[in-house]
């Protein structure tokens, strides 16, 4: 049986998340599938989805990244307690 995890969100994700929503309603169906993914898998142990441990993160500041198209999501797990530190959007320029 996988265990569950407990999803929480910082009150920076909570900020972020709203005024990112305002212009990309969009979000809102990546938001499902991240407390979907992140409550089954937030270690990735399966190898499905895209979700990267980063290194020299410190806890507190996201220490994983899952990647959903364009959004990326920054959490840290404690336990069974997995805890939302950041969300954003990469932009179409980056590399240009």
């Given at each position: 049986?996988?265990?569950?995890?407990s999803?929480?969100?910082?009150?920076?994700?909570?900020?972020?998340?709203?005024?990112?929503?305002?212009?990309?309603?969009?979000?809102?169906?990546?938001?499902?599938?991240?407390?979907?993914?992140?409550?089954?898998?937030?270690?990735?142990?399966?190898?499905?989805?895209?979700?990267?441990?980063?290194?020299?993160?410190?806890?507190?500041?996201?220490?994983?990244?899952?990647?959903?198209?364009?959004?990326?999501?920054?959490?840290?797990?404690?336990?069974?307690?997995?805890?939302?530190?950041?969300?954003?959007l990469?932009?179409?320029d980056?590399?240009?």
């Open positions: 049986m996988i265990p569950s995890f999803i929480r969100a910082t009150p920076a994700f909570e900020r972020s998340t709203l005024k990112l929503l305002k212009h990309h309603p969009e979000l809102r169906s990546r938001l499902g599938q991240v407390r979907e993914i992140l409550s089954s898998d937030p270690h990735n142990r399966t190898f499905t989805h895209p979700i990267k441990k980063l290194t020299g993160a410190a806890p507190g500041e996201g220490q994983y990244r899952l990647r959903l198209g364009r959004w990326r999501f920054r959490y840290d797990v404690h336990g069974n307690e997995v805890v939302l530190q950041y969300c954003g990469r932009r179409e980056t590399y240009r």
